[in-house]
């Protein structure tokens, strides 16, 4: 009988701390498979004295027995790829990329930086690296996959043949044509590079199903950042949710076990959108540094604010949340009072649900006492009681368990529940 596999997914505008809890359940599990999203993802994970910063490799990496899937949802930029790659030097074996994942080329960011350039101040704020040109290009039936790799020269004329049949569009955009001789050399060092990893990574996963082993699905960015249900446009091109594991991966909705949905203890977004329970004063900033909220792709500061109740209400609902880890308790150590939104207002009516656009959602808030220190907590019964209060209200108010606390970036510092 075939097993189920356990799946940690986003519940806000990303950046939820996924990598330290995909880590810490990584050490059970034999099989970590990232479903979705591309380099402008990053999770930073800490291990002692050293931080690792991973954006396509599993978080699954950093456990030795376990072996890391790349699945056909990904869209993979070759060259961050092998970058990253670098890192660790005992990769064979136990990391496996999907033939079928879509290729990220360099002329994918300059599309990219370009289209942001011409919307001037209706820019979105992608991060710049590619993503949605790629996602574009599979949705048109235009892209290349990883597997086209196995034939650097076929996939190079085929590359040519796109830039010669849209020369107008590019060069509108300013994208030069690639130079035939440096395209065809940098395809054949990403062959060699990569060719060890390339395999049917669905088969992998199916077998690995059937064999009974222990399998934790990762995604990338977080709910609210879903090319459907999140604040379109201002969202990633991939499908974030849950669902997303089963295409990204090709299994089936039955082989999905238990989910645990990731949210942080306030909210952050980064670039441009709907931001409801964001705070632009002296709360906002302190969050950012005691957070360290900045991005572990780009730099870029995160736009911070209070926990949106309302918004991971609809996140555990979409994604069939069993229970939520809560991450960063720490870092709203020594407010005197800490907020959370507990609904909107929209054009003067008070409502409990995320409408079909956040842009005019005013946060209704509900107070509550601060406290002075949980970080470094490795038990409910060691958080302050106004800490413990927190986070049991909040599971009243989200309809959701809060199995798992972090206290600190430390692999250790994590509350089982």
């Known amino acids: 009988m075939s097993n189920q596999a356990d799946l940690i997914v986003g519940l806000q505008w990303g950046d939820e701390g996924k990598g330290k809890i995909v880590d810490h359940m990584a050490q059970t599990h034999d099989y970590v498979?990232?479903?979705?999203?591309?380099?402008?993802?990053?999770?930073?994970?800490?291990?002692?004295?050293?931080?690792?910063?991973?954006?396509?490799?599993?978080?699954?990496?950093?456990?030795?027995?376990?072996?890391?899937?790349?699945?056909?949802?990904?869209?993979?930029?070759?060259?961050?790829?092998?970058?990253?790659?670098?890192?660790?030097?005992?990769?064979?074996?136990?990391?496996?990329?999907?033939?079928?994942?879509?290729?990220?080329?360099?002329?994918?960011?300059?599309?990219?930086?370009?289209?942001?350039?011409?919307?001037?101040?209706?820019?979105?704020?992608?991060?710049?690296?590619?993503?949605?040109?790629?996602?574009?290009?599979?949705?048109?039936?235009?892209?290349?996959?990883?597997?086209?790799?196995?034939?650097?020269?076929?996939?190079?004329?085929?590359?040519?043949?796109?830039?010669?049949?849209?020369?107008?569009?590019?060069?509108?955009?300013?994208?030069?044509?690639?130079?035939?001789?440096?395209?065809?050399?940098?395809?054949?060092?990403?062959?060699?590079?990569?060719?060890?990893?390339?395999?049917?990574?669905?088969?992998?996963?199916?077998?690995?199903?059937?064999?009974?082993?222990?399998?934790?699905?990762?995604?990338?960015?977080?709910?609210?950042?879903?090319?459907?249900?999140?604040?379109?446009?201002?969202?990633?091109?991939?499908?974030?949710?849950?669902?997303?594991?089963?295409?990204?991966?090709?299994?089936?909705?039955?082989?999905?076990?238990?989910?645990?949905?990731?949210?942080?203890?306030?909210?952050?977004?980064?670039?441009?959108?709907?931001?409801?329970?964001?705070?632009?004063?002296e709360a906002g900033q302190r969050l950012r540094d005691n957070g360290y909220e900045y991005g572990t792709t780009t730099g870029r500061p995160r736009r911070c604010g209070w926990f949106d109740a309302v918004a991971m209400r609809h996140a555990v609902r979409i994604n069939g949340v069993d229970q939520v880890a809560l991450m960063k308790l720490d870092v709203l150590d020594g407010f005197d009072e800490v907020k959370v939104c507990v609904a909107y207002r929209v054009k003067g009516e008070e409502i409990d649900y995320v409408p079909y656009d956040l842009e005019d959602a005013e946060p209704v808030y509900r107070i509550y006492k601060g406290w002075k220190k949980s970080a470094g907590a490795r038990r409910f019964d060691e958080l302050p009681e106004e800490a413990q209060e927190y986070i049991e209200s909040l599971e009243g108010l989200i309809d959701c368990r809060i199995g798992i606390v972090s206290t600190s970036p430390e692999r250790e510092d994590t509350i089982v529940r």
């Not at 890192?87 to 999907?98: A, K, P």
């Not at 996602?135 to 048109?140: F, L, N, S």
């Open 33 to 281: 498979c990232r479903f979705a999203g591309g380099h402008n993802a990053g999770h930073t994970i800490v291990v002692g004295e050293k931080k690792y910063a991973l954006h396509l490799i599993p978080s699954g990496v950093l456990n030795p027995k376990a072996k890391n899937i790349v699945g056909n949802g990904v869209v993979l930029s070759p060259a961050d790829f092998i970058e990253e790659m670098r890192q660790f030097d005992d990769l064979q074996g136990r990391l496996f990329i999907s033939d079928k994942a879509h290729l990220l080329l360099p002329y994918h960011a300059e599309i990219d930086r370009a289209r942001e350039r011409m919307k001037g101040d209706k820019a979105i704020g992608t991060t710049g690296k590619g993503i949605g040109p790629a996602y574009g290009d599979k949705v048109a039936r235009v892209g290349h996959r990883v597997g086209e790799l196995h034939d650097p020269k076929k996939l190079s004329e085929k590359i040519l043949a796109h830039f010669e049949m849209n020369r107008a569009v590019f060069e509108a955009m300013g994208v030069a044509t690639p130079d035939p001789a440096e395209l065809l050399h940098e395809l054949t060092a990403y062959k060699e590079a990569l060719e060890p990893y390339i395999t049917d990574t669905t088969l992998l996963v199916w077998k690995a199903l059937e064999e009974g082993s222990k399998i934790l699905l990762e995604g990338a960015q977080g709910t609210m950042l879903d090319i459907d249900h999140g604040t379109y446009p201002y969202v990633t091109s991939s499908t974030t949710v849950s669902a997303g594991a089963c295409s990204g991966l090709g299994i089936s909705p039955k082989a999905i076990g238990k989910v645990t949905g990731i949210a942080k203890a306030y909210c952050t977004r980064v670039g441009n959108g709907p931001f409801p329970s964001e705070d632009l004063g």
